[in-house]
Structure formats: C-alpha cells, structure tokens
C-alpha cells in the first residue's frame, strides 16, 4: 500500500560552479502534490509525504493507498 514516486531533481543549470549551483525542480515534481490533492484521487490515497533522504529525499515521495473497501 505504499508506493515511492521518484520524481528526480536536478539543477537548472550543470555549467555553473558546484557552489553555485541552484536546485530546479521539473514539472513532475512541482505539480504531484496538486496530482494527490484532486477531489478524484482523494478517496484512493490516505496520505503523502516527502521521501527520507536514503530513499531520494526532496526528489520522491511515499504514497500510502487507502484499502479498497468493498460497495
């Protein structure tokens, strides 16, 4: 019941120093929260949060689906 949406993250532009570098987060990424908020999808998941860093940190996210009940 619990899945991990890698979305990636990068950086917006890869010539520039590394200290300069700064984070660019690509569509998937800055439009999944609004994907899980839909009056569609919010009877299918319970809940959704930004993954730990060993599992991709601020590029993924756990879904936890609710159980499928029975009409």
């Known amino acids: 019941r619990c899945i991990l949406f890698i ?3 990068g950086n917006k532009n890869q010539n520039l120093e590394q200290d300069n570098k700064k984070l660019f987060y690509g569509k998937i990424r800055s439009n999944i929260k609004n994907w899980a908020l839909k009056k569609s999808n919010q009877n299918k998941i319970l809940y959704f949060s930004e993954a730990l860093r060993k599992h991709g940190g601020p ?8 159980k499928k009940t029975n009409l």
């Open 7 to 9: 979305t990636g993250k």
């Open 59 to 66: 590029g993924s996210f756990y879904f936890y689906l609710r």
